[in-house]
C-alpha cells in the first residue's frame, strides 16, 4: 500500500483534517521494530541529541504524528507523540527501556543493544560515544491500524 493510501485511511478513521506526518523505519531491524510498536509492545523510542543537532533536525513533538515504516518502506501503523524528554544516557531507567519493547525488556538488554547502536551513529557523525550523552526519550501510542487492544 502506497504512504498516501495508508495516511487517507488514518484520516478518514480519525476524521482528521492535517497532513502533517513524518514517516520513518526505526532502527537496525526495521521490520521488526515495526511489529513490536503494532504489537503495542514497544510504546517508545531513543535516539542521540547529538544526531539532532548534527541534521539539523528538529526534536520530536508532542501531538506529531509519526507512520512507521517496515524494511520495504511500506506503512505498517501510525503513532502519536505523547512525550518527548532529553535524558544521559546513564540516567535511562529500567521503565523506559522495558517502553522500548525490545530483547527481554530489561535495562541492562537496553544497555548493550543502544550503547551500540549510539556508538555507530557517533562513529558516522565522526565522535565518540560518551555514556553522559544526552538521549532523546520519545514516548507514544500507536492509533492505527487498530489491530491489538489498548
Not at 508532542?62 to 515504516?69: S, T
Not at 505498517?76 to 544516557?89: E, F, G, H, R, S
Not at 558516522?124 to 560515544?129: A, I, L, S
Request: with cysteine; hydrophobic share 35%.
Amino acid at each position: 500500500m502506497k504512504i498516501s493510501e495508508f495516511w487517507q485511511g488514518f484520516k478518514k478513521e480519525y476524521a482528521i483534517e492535517t497532513d502533517s506526518y513524518a514517516a520513518y523505519a526505526f532502527g537496525v531491524d526495521e521490520d521488526e521494530l515495526a511489529q513490536l510498536v503494532l504489537s503495542g509492545k514497544k510504546t517508545a523510542t531513543s535516539s542521540l541529541y547529538l544526531a539532532y543537532e548534527f541534521e539539523n533536525e528538529p526534536l520530536p513533538q508532542v501531538g506529531a504524528y509519526n507512520m512507521i515504516l517496515d524494511s520495504q518502506e511500506q506503512p505498517v501503523c501510525i503513532t502519536q507523540t505523547k512525550k518527548v524528554y532529553l535524558c544521559p544516557y546513564n540516567e535511562i531507567t529500567a521503565e523506559f527501556a522495558k517502553k522500548e519493547g525490545e530483547g527481554d525488556l530489561s535495562l541492562h538488554y537496553w544497555q548493550v543493544v543502544h550503547e551500540a547502536f549510539f556508538q555507530s551513529v557517533c562513529h558516522e557523525m565522526g565522535t565518540k560515544f560518551s555514556p553522559e550523552m544526552l538521549v532523546v526519550c520519545e514516548e507514544f501510542v500507536c492509533l492505527y491500524p487498530k489491530s491489538f487492544p489498548r
